[in-house]
C-alpha cells in the first residue's frame, strides 16, 4: 500500500495519506452523488438530457447537416461571419465572462471573512460555479473534447467549401488538428454564464435577469453556427454537459453537506435507545 508520511515541525507524524484512504474517500463522494437521487433531480435530468441528446445526434446525423446549410449560401459561404454586429457580440462575450468571474472572485473573498464555520450561501455557491467554470468549460470541453475529439468544423467540412468530410457527434477523427468542433467551447461559456446569474440573483430579480441571459447565452451560441464555427449537436451538448457538471457540484458541495447536518440534527434529537 502506497503512502505518505511527513514530519510536523514539533517532530509529530501526520496522518498518513494511502490509496485506500483515497478510495475510501472516493467511495464516500459516490455515496454522496448517488445517495437518495431521483429521477426528477437536477443530476438525473441533466445526465438523461446529455443521453438524449447524444443519442439524437448519432442516429440522426444530417440534422447537424440541415441546421448548418441555414447558414451556408454556395456563393458567399457563411456570409454572416463577416458581420460587424454579430462580432461584437461574440467579443462581449470575453468581457462579460471576466465580470461574473471578479464577482463571483469577490463573493468568495467576502465569505473568507465571515465568522468561522459561518461561511454564507452565496460564497459557496460562488464556489461551485467557479469549480464548475474549471472542470466543465475548462477541463471537459477544452482541454478534453475540443482537444481530443478531432472533429473538423462546418467551415472545414465539404459540403460547406472546406476539404475534410464530415464527422458526426462522438466519433473521434482525424480531420481536425487543434481547437476542432466537437464541443462548443464559447457555447460552455454562455450556458455557465446563464447558470451563474440564476444561482447569485435574488429569487424576485429572477423574471427579468435569467431570460436576458438566456437570450444572450443563446445568441452566442446561435452565432458560432452562423459563422460556420459549430453544429448544432456541438452547440447543445456543450450546454448539456456543463449543466450536468453544475448540477453534479451542487449536489456534492451544497445539497449534500447540508442534508447531512439534517440527519445530524434529527438524530441529536432522538431519545436514546434503552
Same mark, same amino acid.
Given at each position: ?10 517532530? /509529530? ?36 438530457? !446529455? ?52 464577482? #463571483?472572485?469577490?463573493?468568495?473573498? #467576502? ?18 460555479l467557479l469549480a464548475g467554470l474549471a472542470i466543465g468549460p475548462g477541463l471537459i470541453v477544452n482541454g478534453l473534447l475540443k482537444s481530443m ?7 472545414? !467540412? ?14 473521434? +477523427? ?6 476542432? +468542433? ?5 457555447? +460552455?461559456s454562455a450556458a455557465w454564464m446563464v447558470a451563474a446569474v440564476f444561482l447569485m440573483t435574488p429569487p424576485e430579480w429572477r423574471r427579468w435577469t435569467v431570460p ?24 447543445? #451538448? +456543450? ?30 434529537? /432522538?431519545?436514546?435507545?434503552?
Amino acid at each position: 500500500m502506497a503512502h505518505i508520511t511527513t514530519d510536523t515541525p514539533r517532530g /509529530r507524524a501526520r496522518p498518513r495519506v494511502s490509496w485506500h484512504g483515497l478510495r475510501r474517500e472516493a467511495t464516500r463522494v459516490r455515496l454522496s452523488l448517488a445517495a437518495g437521487l431521483r429521477l426528477d433531480e437536477p443530476v438525473a435530468v441533466a445526465a438523461l438530457v !446529455v443521453l438524449a441528446l447524444s443519442v439524437y445526434f448519432i442516429v440522426l446525423p444530417g440534422v447537424d447537416l440541415a441546421v448548418t446549410r441555414l447558414f451556408y449560401d454556395v456563393d458567399g459561404g457563411f456570409a454572416l461571419a463577416g458581420d460587424p454586429v454579430l462580432k461584437a457580440l461574440r467579443k462581449s462575450s470575453t468581457y462579460v465572462l471576466l465580470t461574473i468571474v471578479l464577482g #463571483l472572485l469577490g463573493a468568495v473573498v #467576502l465569505g473568507l471573512r465571515a465568522r468561522a464555520g459561518r461561511v454564507p450561501r452565496y460564497s459557496r455557491r460562488a464556489l461551485v460555479l467557479l469549480a464548475g467554470l474549471a472542470i466543465g468549460p475548462g477541463l471537459i470541453v477544452n482541454g478534453l473534447l475540443k482537444s481530443m475529439w478531432g472533429r473538423p468544423r462546418p467551415i472545414q !467540412v465539404d459540403q460547406f467549401g472546406g476539404e475534410t468530410t464530415f464527422t458526426p457527434a462522438w466519433t473521434i +477523427s482525424d480531420g481536425c488538428a487543434s481547437n476542432c +468542433s466537437f464541443v462548443s467551447g464559447e457555447a +460552455s461559456s454562455a450556458a455557465w454564464m446563464v447558470a451563474a446569474v440564476f444561482l447569485m440573483t435574488p429569487p424576485e430579480w429572477r423574471r427579468w435577469t435569467v431570460p436576458a441571459v438566456v437570450i444572450y447565452g443563446a445568441a452566442l451560441s446561435l452565432n458560432r453556427m452562423a459563422f460556420g464555427g459549430h453544429f448544432l449537436s456541438d452547440t447543445l #451538448l +456543450s450546454w448539456a454537459i456543463v449543466g450536468l457538471v453544475l448540477a453534479v457540484l451542487h449536489r456534492l458541495m451544497l445539497k449534500c453537506p447540508v442534508e447531512a447536518r439534517r440527519a445530524r440534527r434529527a438524530q441529536r434529537g /432522538r431519545p436514546q435507545a434503552a
